[in-house]
Nanobody
């Protein structure tokens, strides 16, 4: 099982980026993929999530209206489109995978980072002029 992020970089405030998360070794249909970020000296925080079974999505309040998560099951890819980038968006962005639990019925996107099974290595996003 492997998750590999890409697409980070240095962008001026107000700019856009598209992050990619390539998943291998498992089917996206059985997992939810979450994007998290961690700034220096801060805890890793959830940004967005997409559930592989029904495509439902969730966003942190701080990114609603600016970020958009999507997936391509055929390619086993998940994307995070970041628009209107702000300096406070600067962080290492990680994608993680959490298995969908059909027994409990709990939405996987409602789970915190400690529930996640797999993580990528991260990609740096910097918003600066």
């Amino acid at each position: 099982v492997q998750l590999v992020e890409s697409g980070g970089g240095l962008v001026e405030p107000g700019g856009s980026l598209r992050l990619s998360c390539a998943a291998s070794g498992f089917s996206l249909e059985d997992y939810a993929i979450g994007w998290f970020r961690q700034a220096p000296g801060k805890e890793r925080e959830g940004v967005s999530c997409i559930s592989g079974d029904d495509g439902s999505t969730d966003y942190a309040d701080s990114v609603k209206g600016r970020f958009a998560i999507s997936s391509d099951a055929a390619k086993n890819m998940v994307y995070l489109q970041i628009n209107s980038l702000k300096p406070e968006d600067t962080a290492v962005y990680y994608c993680g995978a959490v298995k969908i639990d059909y027994i409990t019925g709990i939405s996987p996107c409602a789970l915190g980072r400690l529930a996640y099974d797999y993580w990528g290595q991260g990609t740096q996003v910097t918003a600066s002029s």
